[in-house]
Every structure is written in structure tokens, then in C-alpha cells.
């Protein structure tokens, strides 16, 4: 006997509490319209963040954020030569397709849910560990020793 047995699509998976309310955090401080388009920020800004931060500092971060947030830093192969904080963003820029002051904006909106999440002495230590230009995309000051 044959049955026509239909099998109903997967549902998608929902996110972790966790990565809710990062992603609500991101579209607060990012004042953006819907809550997908702020998703899109912390996929695009964490993918970047993945290619940049290795080590320890990678390590921890991951363990700090919410699981859909990690993989999305996890997943990128950190690159060989560092990136400035200005040409991060003109990276992530030309990655998305999207103008260097949304990208910009997009930056700092996640970063300060990373943040968040990190706290200020890991945050510190990612600070330590990238070239400059980053504290800026944290909201920190950008500290140069006097000479």
C-alpha cells in the first residue's frame, strides 16, 4: 500500500533568548526599522569581527555572546593582515554593498551589544589585541601614548 505521505517543512529554528534580546539591544542603538535588518548588522559586523580577532580574546568573546552571535564570529577564518578600524568598515562596506556611514552606524550599533556582552575588561583586551582605530567603533577613546 502507498501513501501519500507529506512531510511538512522544518520549522525555523527560533533563536536563543539570548540572541533576542542582543538583536533588540543592536535595533535600539541602531534605531533601525525591524528587527531583521538589525540581524543583518550583527551577522555583518560579527562575520567581520571573526576574520579580525584571534586567540584567546576570540575565544572568550565567543563564550560571552549568544550562540547564533558566536557562530556567526566563529565561522570566519581570521585573516592574515589585520585591518585598521577605518579599513574594517571600508571592508565590511564593500562586502555589503552599502555606504561607508551606514556601515559605520551598523558597526557601532553592534559593537555596543558585543560589548555589552564582553564587558569593559575583555573588551579592553580585544582593544589590545587589533589594530587602531577600533576603540572608536567600541564608543571608547582612542588612547595613544605621548611620545
Request: proline share 6%; glycine share 10%.
Given at each position: 500500500m502507498i501513501t501519500d505521505v507529506r512531510v511538512p517543512l522544518a520549522p525555523q529554528q527560533p533563536h536563543s533568548t539570548g540572541y533576542e534580546q542582543m538583536l533588540?539591544?543592536?535595533?535600539?542603538?541602531g534605531a533601525y526599522p525591524t528587527r531583521e535588518r538589525a540581524e543583518?548588522?550583527?551577522?555583518?559586523?560579527l562575520a567581520g569581527l571573526g576574520r579580525q580577532l584571534t586567540g584567546d580574546e576570540r575565544v572568550d568573546l565567543a563564550a560571552c555572546l549568544p550562540l547564533e552571535a558566536a557562530r556567526a564570529l566563529t565561522a570566519q577564518i581570521p585573516d592574515i593582515q589585520?585591518?585598521?578600524?577605518?579599513a574594517?568598515?571600508?571592508d565590511l562596506?564593500?562586502?555589503?554593498?552599502?555606504?561607508?556611514a551606514t556601515t559605520r552606524?551598523?558597526?557601532?550599533?553592534?559593537?555596543?551589544?558585543?560589548a555589552a556582552h564582553a564587558?569593559?575588561?575583555l573588551v579592553t583586551r580585544i582593544l589590545?589585541?587589533?589594530?587602531?582605530?577600533?576603540a572608536l567603533l567600541f564608543g571608547r577613546a582612542e588612547l595613544t601614548p605621548a611620545a
Open positions: 533588540e539591544k543592536v535595533r535600539y542603538e543583518e548588522a550583527v551577522r555583518l559586523v589585520p585591518l585598521t578600524g577605518w574594517f568598515v571600508k562596506a564593500a562586502r555589503s554593498g552599502a555606504s561607508l552606524w551598523d558597526t557601532g550599533s553592534v559593537f555596543a551589544a558585543v564587558g569593559p575588561d589590545h589585541q587589533l589594530p587602531t582605530g577600533y
